[in-house]
């Protein structure tokens, strides 16, 4: 059996250290700021940012919820970006995904700007994250968080073969460059792949960030592999699964994340931990 990757655990670790931080910013008069724009009604959206408020309020970084209509136009939530750029008591942004299909979600990354941009999502720090800047930049908390999982776990990366299945602008294409910079040999499948399963069964690391419950099982894994999956997906019963066919993969993987309580708390507790270094960053 595979060792469990606690993310939930690690989180707790992760997010007294932001406590901390917090602390200690607020005895320099900074009160950290996150500004979390949610356009439309999406369920699963409404669920995560109640769990960002409630552990942005545990650990004393103050925390706005703008909600707006369905409706809401582009030129509309551009100007309300805009305010919150030019806001000093503001040191992050973010505006979650989905958005409805009159708003060109490129666009809204390019109007955050760069230096309040909790997502990481700003094409300036997306660009500084390819090409390994050693300035101070946001990356996309979900693939940041793996990094920290991999390195609490001993997960040995440079000269590791990492494959992951998944090319998206929040998970697949930043994890491939936090790999890289990390000195792995990655690659990065998706739906176009001819043959998935060739490529899987070769990593020492595979992560899974497709939204498809179970597209990976024990048989495309590498015995002793590392394996991260972010999908989350509700089943006919309304539970949480992975992408990964945990009950097969557990037989095989060296290491494995479970779903809930993986990459998920890892995502919330660094984005906290990303408000507070932007906040600290704008000093
Ligand atoms: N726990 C967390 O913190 C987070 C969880 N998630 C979850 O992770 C999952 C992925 O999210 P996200 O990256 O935003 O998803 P997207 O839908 O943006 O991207 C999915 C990717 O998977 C690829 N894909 C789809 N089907 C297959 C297939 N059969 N074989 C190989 N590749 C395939 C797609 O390929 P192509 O590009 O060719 O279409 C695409 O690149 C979702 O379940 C989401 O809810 C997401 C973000 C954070
Ligand atoms: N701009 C933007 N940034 C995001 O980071 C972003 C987004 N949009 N859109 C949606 C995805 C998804 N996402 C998750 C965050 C936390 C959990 C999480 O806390 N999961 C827990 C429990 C969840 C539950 O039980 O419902 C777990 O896996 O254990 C999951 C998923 C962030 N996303």
Known sequence: MAELIDGKQLAKK???????AVTELKTQGIEP???VIIVGDD?????YVRNKNRKAQQLGINSETKQLPKDT???ELLKLIDQYNQDETVHGIMVQSPLPSQIDEAAVTRAIS???DADGFNPENVGKLYANSDLNFPVSCTPKGIMTMLAAYDVQIAGANAVIVGRSNIVGRPMAALLLNASATVTVVHSHTQNM???????DILIVATGIAHLIKGEDIKPGATVIDVGMNRDENGKLTGDVDFESASKVAGKITPVPGGVGPMTIATLMQQTVELAKWSE
């Open 197 to 203: 399963q060739a490529y899987t069964r070769e990593a």
């Open 43 to 47: 369920e699963a959206s409404r669920i």
């Open 33 to 35: 700021k996150l500004v």
């Open 14 to 20: 992760v997010n007294a250290q932001t406590e901390q």
């Open 114 to 116: 760069p230096a309040k």
């Open 73 to 75: 136009s582009q030129t």
